[in-house]
């Protein structure tokens, strides 16, 4: 199921990132009082009232500037409007009604998008509260006074956002087909793969890096069984972007491999495992999804007896977080290799719902433990009581403990590591769930 995206949205300097740094909890949007800071969008992971949604800060829109950067700006905001679920539009109480603000509300209600309309920066009801009126005006909702900076009306706002949340999400619930979410850099050739697989060109295949700027969703049937392939924009390193618009592939690909059941990520053979493949492959690892590696291009290659050995070890030294993930060396132009995709698909979503009997598990905890004590601190050793599978996609466990402080991730991995001896879990992320018998948990 997919996460809402949320976007915030409105002219520069009216407190767009000051928002969004609280709603995120954190400072990850550069604040600073000088229109124009923010000329990217950021995202942030949130949750309010056990609702997960995805946040994105925006550029400022100036929308009759012919500023080159301005008008970039703009066109970004134009994308994250046309992604999001719902539009934060934030305004300034103090600067009062703008031009710019009615064009923005403007381009707001031809999007058919939910609004919710925040005047920012009423540190006081009393002194503020009749200039929020004027706000009326714009005619998308009625304004919401709020304070970034002082945190005030943040809690009415969140709830007004997530009143827009749930209509969406039970058509994905019922569809039980397996979804892949093809990620990677630009040009490693992702849609080339799908339209191999598929016999037709249906998604553009170009060799400008980012012609594929929206997630495409393609039906593919394979003995029987329908696939869902979701095609993703190319993520490139910051210090190669020419363009603003190519910058917010981030948040196409975060979108995706929300609504992916596993990610198959895309290697280029002639350019070799990259850091940027790691951080591509970290967003999938973070939410748990099951993980194939697909290194493309394998034909333009020149090789040997070792060659594959040594593209195998730099892959998984690069990608040391994801030891699990299957790995697989194909060419979409000829076609290698391409239908042990289906294969792979196949064993690692069976890993990824795979049940453990609570009995099988703690005679597998027990015997770990007897090879490898668990570890100590100032005399006080951590003991295990027992553990058991809490939940699948991905599979994820709960281990009750004396102290969940003297719970070492190494000894967790240990742990891991001795239960993938055991079933395997291919292709699949395990989730550990620590917990005390008072029932606090990490």
């Not at 600073?32 to 609702?51: F, H, Q, S």
């Not at 490693?188 to 700027?213: C, F, H, M, P, Q």
């Not at 993930?325 to 194909?330: D, K, N, V, W, Y």
């Not at 196949?346 to 027990?366: C, F, H, K, P, S």
Request: proline share 3%.
């Amino acid at each position: 199921m997919s996460k809402p995206i949320v976007a915030i949205v409105g002219r520069p300097n009216v407190g767009k990132s000051t928002l969004f740094n609280v709603l995120a909890g954190e400072t990850i949007s550069i604040v600073k009082d000088t229109p124009g800071v923010t000329r990217d969008r950021i995202y942030a992971e949130c949750t309010w009232l056990n609702m997960n949604f995805t946040l994105v800060d925006t550029g400022g829109i100036e929308p009759d500037s012919r500023d080159i950067i301005l008008s970039q700006m703009r066109e970004q905001a134009q994308i994250a409007i046309d992604t999001a679920n719902v539009i934060i539009f934030i305004v300034d109480v103090r600067q009062g009604l703008q031009d710019s603000d009615s064009k923005v509300a403007d381009m707001l209600r031809k999007s058919g998008k939910p609004v919710v309309l925040a005047v920012n920066k009423v540190d006081s009801i009393q002194k503020f509260g009749n200039d929020i009126y004027e706000f009326y005006s714009l005619g998308i909702g009625d304004p919401m006074p709020v304070s970034a900076a002082s945190r005030l009306g943040i809690g009415d706002l969140l709830d007004e956002v997530a009143k827009h949340f749930h209509t969406e999400e039970t058509e994905e619930e019922e569809d039980d087909r397996p979804r892949i979410a093809i990620v990677g850099k630009p040009n490693v050739g992702k849609s080339s793969i799908i339209n191999k697989l598929i016999g037709e060109n249906r998604v553009i295949v170009s060799n400008v890096a980012g012609t594929t700027r929206d997630a495409v969703d393609t039906e593919v049937v394979y003995n029987g069984t329908e696939y869902v392939f979701i095609d993703t924009a190319g993520l490139r390193r910051k210090s190669r972007i020419k363009e603003d618009l190519e910058r917010y592939s981030i948040i196409r690909t975060v979108s995706a491999v929300e609504r992916a059941d596993m990610v198959i990520l895309v290697i280029d053979a002639s350019e070799g495992v990259t850091e940027q493949d790691a951080k591509i492959a970290g967003i999938a690892h973070d939410r748990g999804k099951g993980i194939i590696v697909a290194v493309n291009k394998w034909d333009a290659i020149e090789k040997n007896d070792k060659t594959i050995y040594e593209f195998t070890r730099k892959i998984r030294d690069t990608l040391s977080f994801m030891q699990y993930a299957e790995l697989l060396f194909i060419s979409a132009v000829t076609g290698q290799r391409l239908n042990k995709l289906f294969d792979l698909i196949d064993m690692v979503r069976g890993n990824q719902t795979l049940r453990i009997a609570t009995g099988v598990l703690n005679e597998i905890m027990t015997e770990a433990v007897a090879m490898q004590q668990p570890p100590s601190d100032k005399g006080k050793r951590l003991k295990l009581y027992y553990m058991t599978q809490v939940a699948v996609k991905p599979p994820a466990f709960v281990i009750f403990v004396n102290d969940r402080e003297l719970m070492h991730f190494s000894y967790v991995r240990y742990l891991e590591n001795k239960i993938r001896e055991s079933f395997g879990f291919k292709g699949t992320a395990l989730k550990f769930i620590i917990r005390e018998r008072s029932g606090k948990e990490r």
